[in-house]
């Protein structure tokens, strides 16, 4: 299986803050990463999809990067909104696995 | 717009059975492979089965293999998992889930739209 190692678990920051998140997978899974976003009591909502593509509505201040086994996620500029949440997840291969998450709250 | 609603949870009994049903709209059902992916504090979010659009593809976790059942049926728009032997573990809510792109005879994994959830109880 797909091992994928997130990190920090949790962090805090201050709104307008520079937020980044890593997450490294056990083997090469080209660019089949996507990132999620989920508030309490919620499901987890698509942000990024092929490691780096935007889903449709959201803001631009999100971004991701990364291919084979590195990746980079980053909220440019936090709002009070993106108190969240956030996994990333392998849809490389079957068992499809995830991250164990990155708590992000207000410093 | 894309809705998934998830029922069918409940209190279990360890041994038990029971079936998790996801009513899908806003799209056309067939053409997307569904899965199952289940959520608990302790383990966080765990994939447990999808199947493609026409139903030939089926994969399952280990955990899963033997004891769950995904099927669908398109002319309902309805995803289904039928859960038995359920043992303490396998409490969590449970999210349908619906790949991204056109996946009639494949899964892609790569969720992009999600139910509410159901949750599962499973004790004596």
């Known amino acids: 299986d797909i091992q994928m190692t997130q990190s920090p678990s949790s962090l805090s920051a201050s709104i307008g803050d520079r937020v980044t998140i890593t997450c490294q997978a056990s083997?090469?899974?080209?660019?089949?990463l996507n990132w999620y976003q989920q508030k309490p009591g919620k499901a987890p909502k698509l942000l990024m999809y092929?490691?780096?593509k935007l889903d449709s509505g959201v803001p631009l201040r999100f971004s991701g990067t990364g291919s084979g086994t590195d990746f980079t996620f980053t909220i440019n500029s936090l709002q009070p909104e993106d108190i969240a949440t956030y996994f990333c997840?392998?849809?490389?291969?079957?068992?499809?696995?995830f991250g164990r998450g990155t708590k992000v709250d207000l410093k | 717009e894309v809705q998934l609603l998830e029922s069918g949870g409940g209190l279990a009994q360890p041994g038990g059975s029971l079936r998790l049903s996801c009513a899908a709209s806003?799209?056309?059902?067939?053409?997307?492979?569904m899965s199952w992916v289940r959520q608990t504090p302790g383990r966080g979010l765990e994939w447990v089965s999808s199947?493609?659009?026409?139903?030939?593809?089926?994969y399952y976790a280990d955990s899963v293999k033997g004891r769950f059942t995904i099927s669908r049926e398109n002319s309902k728009n309805t995803l289904y998992l039928q859960m038995n032997s359920l043992r303490a573990e396998d409490a969590a809510v449970y999210y349908c889930?619906?790949?991204?792109?056109?996946?009639?005879?494949?899964?892609?994994?790569?969720?992009?739209?999600w139910g509410l959830g159901t949750l599962l109880t499973v004790s004596s």
């Open positions: 889930a619906k790949d991204f792109g056109i996946t009639r005879i494949s899964v892609k994994g790569d969720f992009d739209s």
């Open positions: 806003g799209f056309t059902f067939s053409n997307y492979a």
């Open positions: 199947i493609s659009g026409n139903g030939a593809t089926i």
């Open positions: 083997q090469d899974i080209s660019d089949h």
């Open positions: 092929d490691a780096s």
């Open positions: 997840h392998q849809c490389d291969s079957p068992p499809f696995t």
